[in-house]
């Protein structure tokens, strides 16, 4: 194998970019970013072998970190995006990330452009949660409510089943934004966005003035308070003691609101939260995501630089509380492991994770000359011989098996030869090596400028292309 040919002299000087890497987290310069764009460019091709919804699962996802990481052109990146929507069957949310990236104009001509066939979804839908707050981030935010409130009046179970991202999507903005917004819906009747909007600020006494008056919310406004109080917890500078009695009042799990923080900053913890509810353990609040939060701040771990770490941590909680051999059984319930990664088992997921990180002495130190012994915490069924037998071929420069490619990859990413690893996939092309492309290319992305970021930790991400 050609990739393979140079890799043995490489990895002599890998173990002090291997210890630079371990400390590198959330440079403002990103040195990642021409292997971002090659994965993104794999991505963007048709896959070989359909997959059962005949669409590329990725492609939207990979021309977003290509208009980021690519340097294209305004105009380029239209054409990228148009051309995809040539595709039999267009990817997944291209529609949502062609709104969020178009114009002010350009915008009003793509939405015009849309068929208005009253059997189909509400053109207004069509700009998701990226096309509602770039329309408002660049200003149009009267015309995006005046179409809401269309949407809202002619059809209002299917409006408010999917307008609940866009609060989550404009967290970010400041409190005066979102309550000028919010008293503009009120006035043209989209209380549910009105409302949804009032939870994220930091004084919340424009919600509880809202729930006196909207009497239709009255039996939501139990969930609508311990919603404001839980959005509450992630504001640093948020004063308890000044909120109305009603919000200081309000009830909620504090266990739970802690997975969310440790997915939030450790998107691997998202196993977490299925595991929570086929258990309904406190622990996995309390024990491992405290533990993990608690290390992050203390500056033992690094999700972003170094996220098997993480992985080998958070694994290490779980068999303290339900041992190995439990704790597997329940990996083996789990079948996504977060947002874009549909079918993946988390147990697969959790043994790459480990074997990568146990493996990885071999690649940093020149005087490890055989494969460490098989880690405790994987799976029986893990192939560990055969990784070890892969990772010495690398090491020594030996040719890989085709069929060998995935894990050869995954080896090479761990020892810091990301460019090697992205050209290995794409050699094999499969389903397979698109997914773990796809899930380097967001690590890579945590690493540089974090443009592929959830508002809230189960959400879809946001495409955005403000600052």
Excluded at 31 to 56: H, M, Q, V
Excluded at 100 to 107: E, F, L, T, V, W
Excluded at 281 to 296: F, H, K, N, P, Q
Excluded at 388 to 406: D, F, V
Aim: glycine residues 4%.
């Amino acid at each position: 194998m050609r990739i393979v040919a140079s890799i043995a002299v490489s990895l002599q000087l890998i173990s002090s970019a291997l210890s630079e890497e371990q400390s590198f987290s959330r440079a403002p310069s990103c040195k990642y970013g021409a292997e971002i764009e090659k994965a993104a460019d794999f991505l963007l091709t048709d896959p070989a072998t359909k997959s059962r919804f005949r669409r590329n699962l990725y492609a939207t996802d990979a021309a977003y970190m290509k208009l980021h990481y690519g340097e294209t052109s305004y105009a380029v990146g239209s054409e990228l995006l148009s051309s995809l929507m040539q595709a039999d069957q267009p990817p997944a949310r291209l529609d949502e990330l062609r709104f969020a990236y178009a114009n002010n104009a350009d915008r009003r001509k793509l939405y015009d452009s849309l068929p208005a066939d009253p059997g189909a979804r509400k053109a207004i839908a069509m700009l998701g949660p990226s096309g509602w707050r770039a329309a408002i981030i660049d200003g149009d935010e009267d015309w995006l409510l005046a179409n809401l409130a269309e949407w809202r009046a002619a059809d209002p179970f299917g409006f408010d089943a999917e307008i609940d991202p866009l609060a989550s999507a404009l967290l970010d903005l400041d409190d005066e934004v979102k309550l000028r917004i919010s008293q503009k819906a009120e006035k043209l009747g989209i209380s549910s966005l009105a409302v949804d909007l009032l939870t994220t600020l930091y004084d919340l006494q424009p919600l509880i003035s809202i729930l006196d008056r909207t009497k239709e919310m009255d039996s939501q406004r139990s969930r609508i308070v311990r919603s404001a109080r839980w959005n509450s917890l992630s504001k640093p500078l948020f004063e308890i003691e000044k909120q109305p009695k009603e919000i200081k009042d309000a009830k909620f799990e504090l266990w739970l609101q802690r997975i969310f923080d440790a997915i939030d900053v450790a998107p691997e913890a998202f196993i977490l939260y299925p595991l929570m509810q086929y258990t309904g353990d406190m622990r996995l609040g309390t024990v491992v995501a405290e533990s993990m939060l608690a290390g992050i701040a203390g500056g033992s771990l690094d999700p972003v630089a170094d996220p098997d770490k993480s992985i080998a941590i958070m694994i290490a909680l779980l068999d303290q509380i339900y041992g190995r051999d439990e704790r597997v059984q329940l990996l083996q319930r789990v079948t996504s492991t977060g947002p874009g990664r549909p079918g993946q088992s988390a147990l697969e997921m959790v043994d790459r994770a480990l074997a990568r990180y146990a493996m990885r002495p071999l690649f940093s130190d020149p005087r490890q000359s055989t494969a460490p012994s098989r880690p405790p915490a994987l799976s029986q069924a893990f192939p560990w011989d055969q990784w070890s037998q892969i990772a010495l071929a690398l090491r020594q420069g030996k040719p890989i098996k085709p069929e060998m490619k995935l894990v050869a990859a995954d080896l090479l990413a761990a020892s810091g030869l990301i460019g090697a690893a992205i050209a290995t996939l794409g050699s094999d092309g499969s389903m397979k090596a698109r997914q773990q492309t796809y899930e380097l290319m967001l690590s890579l992305d945590r690493r540089c400028a974090q443009w592929f970021s959830h508002p809230l930790p189960l959400s879809d991400p946001l495409y955005r292309f403000d600052n």
